[in-house]
Structures are given as C-alpha cells and as structure tokens.
C-alpha cells in the first residue's frame, strides 16, 4: 500500500466519458464510486449509488485517471538560474516546494517522482503531504542523487577554497553502495545516479561517462536488494549503455542514445525517460533567468538528438514513461510535453499511457495508480474534449481529484 492519507466516505463521480487508457476505448455515461480514498467500482449512470454518497456530476467532462511525472524537482526554481540561486537561504528552496507541489496537483498530476533534491527536502515535502498538512501529489522521492567527484550530480561551480562538494559522491563500488544505505536510512524511496555529465553543470561535455560499469552495477545491486528502484541520468550513448547492462530501471534524457542502446532497452526491458519539451522553455526563457551561456549550449546540442533519439525508440519499441524535468520549466506545466510527444512519433493513447499505466508499472505501483479501475486509489482528472484528438486538453483540466477529494472543480 502507498502512502498518504485518504479522504474518508463515499463519493460518487459521474462524467461524459471515461478513457480506459489501457484498451483505448470510452466508457460512456460513466459512473466512478470511490470509498474511504479508493475506486469501490466503475459503474454506468442509472446504477446505484451507495446511499450518503457525495455526488460529483461532471457533465461534458472526459475522465481519466490521475496523470504521473516520474521527472520532476519540485524543490527547484525555473526562473532562479545560474548563479543567482545563491541569493537564497538553504531554506528558501523547502518552501517553494510547497507551492509548486500544490502546482502540479492543480495540472492533474496526482503521483509524481522527485529525482533530487537537496537537504531531504522532497522526503519533508512527502512526509508532509501524506500527512495531509498541505496540498500536493503522491511523492517518490530520492533525496540527494549519488555522483563521481567533479560529475554532473556533484557540486561543481565553485573554486577548491570553497571545498564545495555533494554528501553523496561514489568514487568506487563500495562507496556505491553505502550511499544507497544511507539514502535508504534517511528517506530514500528511489535511487537516483548521475552516469554521465549534464547540461546543467560545469565541466565535462554532456554525454561524457562519469560512472563506471561497476560502480553502477554495485549501486543498482544494492538499490535492488533494498526493494528501491534506479533512475539513473544519463545522456551520452556509452553511461546510456552502461547504465542498462548495470540494471537500471528507468533511464533519464536518453539524449544521445545509439542503435545499439536502443536494441539493448529493448532487450533488456529498460524504461526510457525523455524530457523532449523543456528545451523550448529553456531556449526562450534560460538567458532571462540568468543561466549560463555555457549550458545553454549545451542544452543545444543535444536538443534535437533527443528528439530523435525519442522518435527512433519509439518507433522500435523500447518502453517509456512520462518524465519532464520540471524545474528546469515552470511547474504545473507538465501536460504541455504531451503535444511534443505526439509531434514526435507518439499516438495520443501512447503519450498518455506513458504518464499512465506505463509510469505506474516502472514505479512498481500498478495495484494502486495508473488505471481508474476497482482498487485504485481516487486520483482523477477531467478534461473538456477530447484527448484522443487533441492531447493538448490536458494541459488545463477541469477537474482534479487525488484520493476521492477534488481539489480542482469546473
């Protein structure tokens, strides 16, 4: 069972139709009974409703079930680029979190997966949430993610005189798999590694490895035998191929993946992650919000490769979740990657799938989201149209409930 509190009683929700994302097909005329936080069953209008129900009438409305991002900061600040984040207290970034987290939820993103943060903030926000104190979706959260020295997941914009360094940095396998214990101790419910270098860091060229094969291997071992799963950021083609020969479960950008990294997801059943939308945010907007010209470049360079790598692994089949890297755009924007999607090679019903059934799969959560369907819990989003037609619907719903409480109504 997963965290967080559900609402208490019965309600009953009824709507136009209702998108079975795993068939494809409508359900028309539905009727959505959910008890104590979780769907009862999914009847017609006309059937009976318990008596006492609360009664949420949706008429024109398309249900389908709360979406997922499993790629998201939410304790970090689209607009704060650059160095300029150093004008803000450690606590500072705690507190937005709040508000972003309330954000999301609004944009009918109901379970979420946090792959960074720093001082455990995203295990505060969790804790937080699930105990029903502010609003927000469900949150796995990974804490800090574990880097190599001078990597894109350590801290890498300062002199030595500032010693400036991550508390969870792996120089060996060992040092792999203490991080992933103590990660685990203190919060941890994923796995976060950085394999290759990054857009947002100084140093290395993007798609350069930073973790070995056996380093990778020795935290995937670890993470596995904890019950936790592994994201691993990687986007250049060798950390991509690496990280899936070493067993990670989800693979984060994929930016500049290769025939061969392709056939090897395939193989081996590995998710792909792409955040093929944020690069339209960032080429806009990172000048403004005082990002380096020197990562804007980088973001360049492997925009369009991604787009393609997307579009080609699609295409051979290789399985993919809906993940966005929100943080680096604003949040709450999260549905705008739909369209992006779809103008790459996916099918609406693929597109939303991946945020779906796929997202919750990869997460190891199919018995509770990702489906509107006996069991589940009551996460529920409404949109006015038709997202079979036109995915862009979902990036402003009508009406969000998490755990059988609305949270945003026509």
């Known amino acids: 069972m997963l965290a967080g509190a559900a609402q208490a009683g019965t309600v009953a929700v009824s709507a136009e139709r209702l998108l079975d ?64 984040y150093l004008e803000y207290s450690d606590a500072f970034w705690t507190a937005v979190a709040t508000r972003y987290a309330k954000d999301t939820l609004e944009a009918g993103f109901t379970t979420v997966r946090n ?68 990660l685990k101790k203190y919060g ?41 799963k592994v994201a691993a950021h990687a986007h250049g083609a ?60 980088k973001d360049r360079e492997v925009a369009e490769a991604q787009r393609e790598g997307f579009r080609k692994s699609l295409k051979a089949g290789v399985k993919h979740v809906f993940g966005t890297d929100a943080g680096i755009y604003p949040h709450g924007q999260n549905a705008r990657q739909f369209a992006v999607m779809v103008r790459f090679g996916a099918t609406p019903l693929q597109a939303i799938q991946s945020a779906t059934v796929n997202a919750a799969e990869a997460l190891g959560w199919s018995a509770d989201v990702g489906q509107v369907a006996k069991g589940r819990y009551g996460d529920l989003v409404g949109v006015a149209g038709d997202p079979l037609a036109d995915v862009t619907v979902l990036e402003h719903p009508v009406f969000v409930m998490k755990g059988g409480e609305a949270v945003k109504r026509p």
């Open 115 to 182: 792959v960074g943060s720093e001082f455990y903030a995203d295990v505060g926000l969790r804790e937080a949430i699930d105990g029903g104190y502010i609003p927000g979706p469900r949150v796995v959260s990974a804490a800090y993610a574990i880097g190599a020295t001078g990597g894109h997941c350590d801290s890498t914009f300062f002199p030595p005189s500032m010693d400036e360094k991550s508390p969870y940095l792996a120089d060996s396998p060992d040092q792999g798999r203490e991080a992933v214990r103590r």
């Open 21 to 84: 994302v795993a068939s494809g097909k409508y359900v028309e005329k539905p009727l959505v009974v959910i008890t104590d936080g979780r769907i009862a069953y999914v009847a017609r209008q006309g059937d009976a409703v318990p008596e006492g129900a609360e009664r949420v009438d949706l008429p024109g409305v398309t249900l389908l079930p709360g979406l997922i991002d499993m790629h998201v900061h939410l304790t970090s600040v689209a607009e704060i680029g650059g160095y300029n």
């Open 188 to 228: 941890a419910q994923v796995i976060k590694i950085c394999a290759t270098g990054g857009v947002f860091s100084r140093g290395a060229s993007v798609g350069a490895q930073q973790l070995t094969l056996e380093e990778m291997k020795a935290i995937v071992d670890e993470a596995h035998m904890a019950g936790l």
């Open 238 to 297: 060798a950390g991509i191929k690496d990280a899936i020969r070493a067993g990670v479960d989800t693979i984060e950008h994929v930016s500049l993946v290769d025939d061969e990294g392709v056939r090897l997801a395939k193989e081996r059943g590995t998710w792909f992650s792409m955040d093929i939308y944020n690069t339209d945010y960032t080429q806009a907007e990172g000048k403004k919000n005082g990002v380096l010209e020197a990562n804007l470049a």
